[in-house]
């Protein structure tokens, strides 16, 4: 812990906070690598770190992961991954 302290007095964040950090919804603060969700938070969108397939709405039981760079940029929740079913993603998902 006296690691911990010295890096809280000098005002730099410990590389696990920074994770936790950038992990975490900019908008509500909540911990998505802890599965915390706001459901009507847009940068959450409803879901932490994984949803079902938003293009079919999960008919084709593919996951994506969510994109946090462009979550964090955009405020509103982003998600990487491929619909099985071949359905086109709406476009407010990429
Ligand atoms: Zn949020
Ligand atoms: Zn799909």
Redesign the pocket.
Known sequence: MEDFQSYRDNGVLTLEELRNHYSS??????SWSEDH??LD????GGYAMQRPCPACDGQCCSIWSRDMAASHHSRQAKWEGQCKGGWKVPERLL
Do not use: D, W, Y
């Not at 938070?41 to 959450?44: D, G, K, L, P, V």
């Open positions: 919804c900019f908008t509500c603060g909540v969700v706001s938070c847009s940068e959450c």
